[in-house]
């Protein structure tokens, strides 16, 4: 990948001109459509042939898609690459932000960027995160006491929705009474970061009221936080600061709504993605249970490699550049393909396999670059542990499904159901 450059020339018109036919053409013989059923249930040998085909490929929306390690690592880190502000910002065909709201820092570019996530970081550390660990033992050792040896159960309801949703809740402040009432309103908003183009008016119109909604619900909990302070993260937001530099009210908002909802969404689909890999490869199942303490970290990166929670990201030339060869020109959007770039054989030895001992696993399931995901090492952490504890106890654990339904969400992957049985 080049520098980003100022200025076009006749040349580059016509380099224009002809990738738009190349890739008109293309786009029949690469047989990738996002929005088929089969797509849903196995997106891979879509990716292959994406990869194969056309590495870096322009779709008849005029968004490029990135499916090789190396171009989508260049772009993660590349300053010339953001999310844009003023017209850059309207003209995003991806996903508008909602009019009258304070943008989360992770769609912000520096210097906004820079600030928001500074004084996030004072309160999301690692020693809060690290000091976590014996009470997510707890919940997960609780919930298997209730599943293992009960029969058919679904997985991603009784114990991956529920873990990183106590988990975040908890580190948050918020009560466990509120839990199940906000629950509709974070799924509202995980299905709302899809494309907007994918989403019914309906859908924007539900995205758009649960925001409304949490933020109402999260105003009152600053506002309690404010007067009452505590050992959380929204009193450490509260007070978190550099000299006179505070988080605002509508920022506090947007930062507590991210944090929640990403810090439970993400999280339940890498359980729910992780087990049923271990349930399709019974020969790794086994590898696991036999050295649980060794494998338990390498295997959380291979389940994030393998089939990762977030699929793609986004993000916008903020001026011409080149990518594989193919100019892009600013203004145009790029989309980082998570999931292609994690099976790149470029990178990773034997990428259709399943390895829980894989080393040096350079994935790209935590995005990259200045926006590497604040969240890692909680979900590090609790996968760790509930994998650790769940294959540990329940050794001879065996799919109670014929079928897998996976939830809507193009950007987010994941099941919106998985039947088990967790046999001790």
Same mark, same amino acid.
């Given at each position: 990948?080049?520098?980003?450059?100022?200025?076009?020339?006749?040349?580059?018109?016509?380099?224009?001109?002809?990738?738009?036919?190349? @890739?008109?053409?293309s786009?029949?013989?690469?047989?990738?459509?996002?929005?088929?059923?089969?797509?849903?249930?196995?997106?891979?040998?879509?990716?292959?042939?994406?990869?194969?085909?056309?590495?870096?490929?322009?779709?008849?929306l005029?968004?490029?898609?990135?499916?090789?390690?190396?171009?989508?690592?260049?772009?993660?880190?590349?300053?010339?690459?953001?999310?844009?502000?003023?017209?850059v910002?309207?003209?995003?065909?991806?996903?508008r932000?909602?009019?009258?709201?304070?943008?989360?820092?992770?769609?912000?570019?520096?210097?906004?960027?820079?600030?928001?996530?500074?004084?996030?970081?004072?309160?999301?550390?690692?020693?809060?995160?690290?000091?976590?660990?014996?009470?997510?033992?707890?919940?997960?050792d609780?919930?298997?006491?209730?599943?293992?040896?009960?029969?058919?159960v679904?997985?991603?309801?009784?114990?991956?929705y529920?873990?990183?949703?106590?988990?975040?809740?908890?580190?948050?402040?918020?009560?466990a009474?509120?839990?199940?009432?906000?629950?509709?309103?974070?799924?509202l908003?995980?299905?709302?970061?899809?494309?907007?183009?994918?989403?019914?008016?309906?859908?924007?119109?539900?995205?758009?009221?649960?925001?409304?909604?949490?933020?109402?619900y999260?105003r009152?909990?600053?506002a309690?936080?404010?007067a009452?302070?505590?050992?959380?993260?929204?009193?450490?937001?509260?007070?978190?600061?550099?000299?006179a530099?505070r988080?605002?009210e509508p920022?506090?908002?947007?930062?507590?709504i991210?944090?929640?909802?990403?810090?439970?969404?993400?999280?339940?689909?890498?359980?729910?993605?992780?087990?049923?890999?271990?349930?399709?490869?019974?020969?790794?199942?086994?590898?696991?249970?036999?050295?649980?303490?060794?494998?338990?970290?390498?295997?959380?990166?291979?389940?994030?490699?393998y089939?990762?929670?977030?699929?793609l990201?986004?993000?916008?030339a903020?001026?011409?550049?080149?990518?594989?060869?193919?100019?892009?020109?600013?203004?145009?959007?790029?989309?980082?393909?998570?999931?292609?770039?994690?099976?790149?054989p470029?990178?990773?030895?034997?990428?259709?396999?399943l390895?829980?001992?894989?080393?040096?696993?350079?994935h790209?399931?935590?995005?990259?670059?200045?926006?590497?995901?604040?969240?890692?090492?909680?979900?590090?952490l609790?996968?760790?542990?509930?994998?650790?504890?769940?294959?540990r106890?329940?050794?001879?654990?065996?799919?109670?499904f014929?079928?897998?339904?996976?939830?809507?969400?193009?950007?987010?992957?994941?099941?919106?159901?998985?039947p088990?049985?967790?046999? @001790?």
């Amino acid at each position: 990948m080049t520098a980003p450059q100022q200025e076009t020339t006749e040349a580059d018109d016509a380099d224009d001109a002809a990738r738009s036919a190349d @890739s008109a053409d293309s786009a029949d013989s690469i047989d990738f459509d996002p929005f088929d059923p089969a797509y849903r249930a196995d997106p891979y040998p879509y990716y292959r042939r994406l990869r194969d085909r056309s590495p870096v490929h322009r779709t008849p929306l005029g968004h490029w898609l990135l499916t090789r390690h190396e171009d989508c690592t260049a772009v993660l880190r590349h300053p010339g690459f953001g999310h844009g502000t003023g017209q850059v910002l309207d003209q995003n065909t991806f996903r508008r932000p909602v009019r009258g709201r304070a943008r989360p820092f992770i769609l912000l570019d520096p210097p906004e960027h820079t600030r928001l996530r500074s004084l996030v970081n004072k309160a999301f550390t690692p020693r809060r995160v690290a000091r976590l660990e014996p009470r997510v033992r707890e919940i997960v050792d609780g919930m298997l006491d209730d599943l293992i040896d009960a029969g058919e159960v679904d997985f991603i309801d009784a114990f991956a929705y529920r873990l990183p949703v106590s988990v975040i809740s908890e580190m948050l402040g918020v009560p466990a009474a509120d839990r199940d009432a906000v629950r509709e309103l974070s799924t509202l908003v995980a299905r709302g970061v899809d494309p907007d183009f994918q989403l019914s008016k309906e859908q924007l119109e539900n995205r758009d009221r649960a925001f409304a909604e949490f933020d109402e619900y999260f105003r009152g909990l600053l506002a309690e936080r404010r007067a009452r302070p505590s050992d959380d993260l929204i009193s450490a937001l509260v007070q978190a600061g550099d000299g006179a530099e505070r988080l605002t009210e509508p920022e506090l908002l947007t930062t507590c709504i991210l944090l929640y909802v990403a810090g439970h969404e993400t999280t339940m689909d890498l359980l729910g993605n992780g087990l049923l890999a271990l349930l399709r490869h019974p020969a790794e199942l086994r590898r696991f249970g036999a050295d649980v303490d060794g494998l338990a970290e390498s295997a959380v990166e291979e389940f994030l490699r393998y089939d990762p929670p977030t699929q793609l990201s986004r993000r916008t030339a903020l001026a011409d550049a080149e990518i594989g060869g193919r100019r892009i020109a600013a203004g145009e959007q790029v989309v980082i393909m998570r999931g292609a770039a994690n099976r790149d054989p470029a990178v990773f030895a034997d990428p259709d396999r399943l390895d829980i001992g894989r080393p040096d696993n350079r994935h790209l399931a935590f995005d990259g670059g200045i926006h590497y995901c604040l969240g890692a090492p909680l979900a590090r952490l609790e996968g760790r542990v509930a994998f650790g504890a769940v294959v540990r106890r329940a050794p001879r654990m065996e799919p109670a499904f014929t079928e897998l339904r996976y939830r809507d969400n193009l950007i987010i992957r994941g099941l919106a159901e998985l039947p088990v049985r967790l046999r @001790s």
